[in-house]
């Protein structure tokens, strides 16, 4: 079965607060990991993209991988108004000629 | 930067109407896809397309859909006889290849049936 598990939220953080987003999923084959900030009535957009385990970070960005937990995790430091979004985990299913699977998106709402 | 552009934005059609949804992916863009997202639900897979056919598509892609790549910047999404159970945003998305490239979208076409 291939799922992927995320937490709809909403996530309610002051300004200035670091942010943790998760998603778990189930298919130990999953190689490639996105994730996307989707703002209302607009189209996904994508954040960060990894394959490996580890951490890979972009400006206030960490995107974080644990294969053998099958979970992954996006940060979010020194957190913005602008930020406030909601927050889409993918990833790359292989086996079925690379369409992507989805999270449910959380909501995230940060207080100025 | 480029992207992915979506017309149109909205569009409002009676039951049993059919209904083209039109794209433009990124010009070097060689992969196109499709997903729609149910209003309060996950996004999820069409269609994926590349070399002018149809290369992966999902149980929702029954014969009431079809794709096209009609010119050389186009790419659209037919739905015939369209039910109360197609209105979503319908998302289209390009990457340059297969595998490990990301996909890029565009802001959606938000399609409501009446």
């Known amino acids: 079965q291939k799922e992927v598990e995320q937490d709809p939220g909403p996530l309610s953080v002051p300004e200035g607060a670091i942010v943790s987003l998760n998603c778990t999923y189930s298919n130990s084959a999953f190689q490639y990991f996105m994730w996307y900030r989707q703002y209302s009535r607009k189209g996904p957009e994508l954040l960060m993209y990894?394959?490996s385990s580890g951490n890979k970070e972009d400006g206030r960005f960490t995107a974080q991988v644990d294969k053998s937990s099958k979970y992954i995790s996006l940060f979010i430091r020194d957190s913005q108004p602008s930020d406030s979004a909601t927050y889409l985990c993918?990833?790359?299913?292989?086996?079925?000629?690379?369409?992507?699977?989805w999270g449910a998106g959380t909501k995230l709402i940060i207080k100025p | 930067e480029p992207e992915v552009t979506q017309t149109p934005s909205h569009q409002v059609t009676q039951m049993g109407q059919e209904v083209i949804l039109r794209c433009v992916p990124i010009?070097?863009?060689?992969?196109f896809y499709w997903y729609r997202q149910i209003l309060g639900q996950k996004v999820e897979f069409l269609v994926s397309?590349?070399?002018?056919?149809?290369?992966?598509k999902s149980e929702i892609f029954d014969d009431q859909f079809s794709v096209e790549r009609p010119d050389g910047s186009n790419f659209t999404l037919k739905i015939r006889s369209t039910k109360l159970e197609d209105s979503a945003m319908y998302f289209c998305?390009?990457?340059?290849?297969?595998?490990?490239?990301?996909?890029?979208f565009g802001d959606g076409t938000r399609l409501s049936i009446l």
């Open positions: 010009s070097n863009h060689l992969y």
């Open positions: 990894t394959y």
């Open positions: 993918a990833i790359v299913d292989m086996d079925s000629n690379y369409q992507l699977i």
């Open positions: 998305a390009s990457s340059q290849t297969d595998s490990n490239q990301p996909q890029h």
């Open positions: 397309f590349y070399n002018n056919e149809i290369s992966e």
